[in-house]
Nanobody
Framework: QVQLVESGGGLVQPGGSLRLSCVAS????????MAWYRQVPGKGRELVGS???????NYGDFVKGRFTISRDNAKNTVYLQMNSLKPEDTAVYYC?????????????WGQGTQVTVSS
C-alpha cells in the first residue's frame, strides 16, 4: 500500500519560481524511481524529471535547465524546483513512483497539484 501526496503548486507570474514536493508513504521498496510528470487537458502525461534512489536523473527536453529535481531518500520525498516559469508550463503536475522489484513494475501516482503560470 503506497500513497503519494504532492504539494507546492499554485499561481505564479511568468519568470517566477515554484517548488513542488511529493512525499511517498507505505510499502516502498528501497530501489525505486521518483518522478514528476505534467498533463494538460486533452494531452497525455509528459515527463518533467525523474531521479533514482542512486541519484541518476532524467529530464524532459522542454526543461532546458530551468527545473531541478532532487530527493531525500530517507524521507521518500522528491522535489521539483521550477525557475523561469513560462505560461506553457501551466499543467497539473503529478508525482510518480516506480518500484524496481519485478515485472510488471509496480507504479503509483499522486492526485496532482495545479501549476498556473499567468500574468
Amino acid at each position: 500500500q503506497v500513497q503519494l501526496v504532492e504539494s507546492g503548486g499554485g499561481l505564479v507570474q511568468p519568470g517566477g519560481s515554484l517548488r513542488l514536493s511529493c512525499v511517498a508513504s507505505g510499502s516502498i521498496f528501497s530501489i525505486n524511481t521518483m518522478a514528476w510528470y505534467r498533463q494538460v487537458p486533452g494531452k497525455g502525461r509528459e515527463l518533467v524529471g525523474s531521479m533514482t534512489t542512486g541519484g541518476e536523473t532524467n529530464y524532459g527536453d522542454f526543461v532546458k535547465g530551468r527545473f531541478t529535481i532532487s530527493r531525500d531518500n530517507a524521507k521518500n520525498t522528491v522535489y521539483l524546483q521550477m525557475n523561469s516559469l513560462k505560461p506553457e508550463d501551466t499543467a497539473v503536475y503529478y508525482c510518480n513512483l516506480v518500484l524496481w522489484v519485478a515485472t510488471p513494475t509496480p507504479d503509483y501516482w499522486g492526485q496532482g497539484t495545479q501549476v498556473t503560470v499567468s500574468s
